[in-house]
């Protein structure tokens, strides 16, 4: 009976590592501009385009300019079976996001720091539906931990007043960790992994009027080396897995009419192209393709004041034979708003609000069946400051 619990646990290590895949793990969030408005890929006003359109750094002023914000994000995941609700409400409190850019001329640099992928903790205090009908009702806990950190440089050239092309070189930082607590099966590990990519971008202005943009990321091979391991399940935790972040495309389309910028996003997320394992086997998380669809606005009201909003649809590429209560992938909607107040020449402040609504799901385990959910509710805060 044993060797039978320690299978399923094994088992369920597997799939909590879906957590970490790539392509459900890309953050389109990585700035406090995304919670204001949702529509990013024509960025080319602010530090924050080194994130969404790097090609965007040639049409910003000339100067040096920098920001930096953060986001703070309140979530509830549950998951439930036979009538009882298991649940993680562990908000984050630290989630940054550092950028500048220097443009003279026809050429501007620039660099970012901020959270690609991950993010958080999910602290599941009495466990999960998953693993109390795996432990047989014994008390336990789950502890698990994933963030992926991007870090930017990039450079840019514009062909006159129209045409701004750019690449970069993007570093990703991962670090995972697992804790399960309890039934005498107690177990953990962590593991670190770098990898680096390249990102290419072309913003075309036909008017002054229209913004048309592209970008494409590519693949950022990863290889994450497991440093501590530790319990019951130990030996079966491998030294090393693939922990690939894959191929992204980012399409964007604006229009300003008078004193609003109206904007339109589209991403692009080749998960199939990804080489994921996890710390208990090298087979890959098997998920779709992945996309979202997003549309916003921002509104000059004064010469210092500017409010904007926004929507997102997001197809994450979920599958029920891998969907998870330790990753529950669902598709969402996302509703933003906020704004800016420019205080002088020199620094502007900025923040907004992110509800995001997903779409219940379930999926059936052990002939039990689990109905999956999450709400997440963002706020955030930034300061952007130019030098010169």
Known sequence: MRKERIAMILILLSVVAALFAGGVDNKTNQNVGFVRNVSRNTEHLRPETVIYNIAGMGFMENGLVAEVGNQFIYKKYTNESGGTEYKDECPVFFFPNIEFVYKKGNWAVGSAFAVAGGGGDLKYDDGTAMTSIMLGGAPHSLDIYSVTFGETTAISYTFGNKLSLAAALRVLTTTQSMELN???????????????????????????????????RTITKMECDVDDKDGALAAAIQDSFDNDMPPELNLGIAYQLGKAYLSSSFNYYFNKQAKIGNALSATNSDYNDSWEVAGGVDYQLTGKALVS????????????????????????????????????????????????LYFEDSYEFMGSEIELNKVVVSGCISATYRFF
């Open 309 to 356: 909003g926004g929507v997102i649809y997001t197809n994450n590429g979920n599958r029920k034979s891998v969907n998870n209560v330790m990753s529950p992938v669902t598709d969402s909607i996302c509703f933003s708003c906020g704004g800016e107040y420019k205080l002088n020449e020199k620094l502007t402040l900025a923040g907004g609000a992110l509800y995001s």
């Open 182 to 216: 309890g039934s005498g099966m107690d177990t953990s590990y962590e593991a670190t992994g770098t990898g680096l990519g390249g990102i290419f971008s072309i913003h075309y202005k036909p008017t002054q009027k229209w913004d048309l943009v592209a970008q494409y």
